[in-house]
């Protein structure tokens, strides 16, 4: 299976725009999306073509495709709008015998884990930042924002397929490339 991950749209048309471009381009079977989907929220700058109706169309026009996780900017108003769950506050699913457990990660996150085993994964957006890191004995990632990154990071997303974790730019350039089979 190939899975997309993106995060942190904040409501950009421009970006939602881009994002839905490259899963077509990457062929992916499902995209999951950590969560701040329609609003910027008040720590943020409005992003590029700030448009949540326009989000919201885009969206539900491709509602099959998506899985979605609740971030802090998201709220009941806005499941009214979309045709699609976004309010649970966690998935969890397994691709090539790991547990991945996704979430928004302004609640869960490397400094206040969820129960993992050795090997699992912790996947969060909420810090625009994208991120690779084995602490202790598992795995944190991060695929950075769609439409607002932080420190210097570029608009991304992340792919996962065949045990190969790969973060590209809304070009679908990648930039790190990781298999986390060889680490220990």
Known sequence: MKL???????GSAYYCRQMIEAYK????????????????????????DYEPKTVIQMLNEMKEELLCVR???????DQMVLQFPIL??????????????????HKINKENLPML??????LNGHFHVPAFEKIGEYFYMNPGSVSI???DSEHSYMIIEDGVYTWKNMEGDSYRTVSIENIK
Request: charged share 30%; net charge negative.
């Open 117 to 122: 085993k050795p090997g699992d994964i912790l």
């Open 25 to 48: 381009r990457e062929k992916a079977e499902k995209l999951l999306i950590l969560g701040d989907i329609l609003y910027h929220g008040p720590r943020n700058d409005l992003p590029r």
């Open 71 to 77: 971030g802090n900017c998201d709220c009941d108003v």
């Open 88 to 105: 649970a506050e966690y998935a969890v699913f397994y691709m090539d015998h790991r547990m991945i457990f996704a979430t928004h990660g």
């Open 149 to 151: 990154p932080k420190e």
């Open 4 to 10: 997309m991950i993106a995060s942190d749209i904040h």
